[in-house]
C-alpha cells in the first residue's frame, strides 16, 4: 500500500479519488497527455489500486466522462423541475446554465466533444458515452421543441444542438456579450415566428 493510501481509507474512497483526481487531469491535459503514473502519483495511491478500481485506463476515461454526464444531466434536470410547464422559460434557462457553465474560470471546452476529438474509433467506450451524451441533448431539446408546439421538433433539436455545441467549443471567444447572451438569441432565431395549433 502506498504512503497516505491507508490514511484516506480504502474501496470506494479509493476509487472515488482516483477518480475525482483523474478527472482533473483529463480536462485540464487531455486524457492521451495524462498517464497513469501521473494520476496514481497526484491521488497518492498505488499503481494495484487504481488498476483494481479500473481495469485498463481506457474504463478510467469512460468513467471520467460518465462524471461528467451526470454532473450535466443532474443541472439539466433542476432546471427543468424548477420551470415544469413552462416550456419556454426552461429554454431559456437551460441555455443561461450552459452559457454560464462555458464562462466559467477554467473552461476548456465539452468533455464529450474533446473525447470524439481524440479518438476516432466509434468502438471506444469513451467515445461512445460522448455519441450518447449529444443523442441526448437532441431528444431533451425535441421534447422542449414539442412543449413549445414547434414543428419539426427533430430538426429544430439538430440546430439548436449544434449551435450549443458550437458555443461549447468556442469557449469565452463568442462575443462582447458572453455565451449566455449569445446562446438565447440564437435559439429566438431558430424559433418559429408560427407555432402548430
Known sequence: MKKGEQAHGLAPDTRERIL?????????????AVGVDLIVARA???K???????GTKDDLIEAFL??????????????A?????????????QLRWIGERIARPGYRGCPQINIAAEYA???HP???VAVAHKQELRRRLAD???ALRIEGAETFALRLGTVIDGALSSGHALHAEGPVRFLQELAQILIPKKTRK
Open 44 to 46: 497518492g495511491v498505488a
Open 20 to 32: 475525482r483526481t483523474a478527472s482533473e487531469l483529463f480536462y485540464r491535459e487531455g486524457t492521451r
Open 48 to 54: 494495484t489500486s487504481l488498476y483494481r478500481h479500473f
Open 81 to 93: 423541475a424548477r420551470h415544469k410547464g413552462a416550456p419556454r422559460e426552461e429554454l431559456d434557462a
Open 126 to 128: 469513451a467515445r461512445k
Open 144 to 146: 422542449l421543441a414539442r
Open 66 to 79: 460518465h462524471l461528467e454526464d451526470e454532473d450535466f444531466w443532474r443541472h439539466w434536470d433542476t432546471v
Open 121 to 123: 474509433d466509434e468502438n
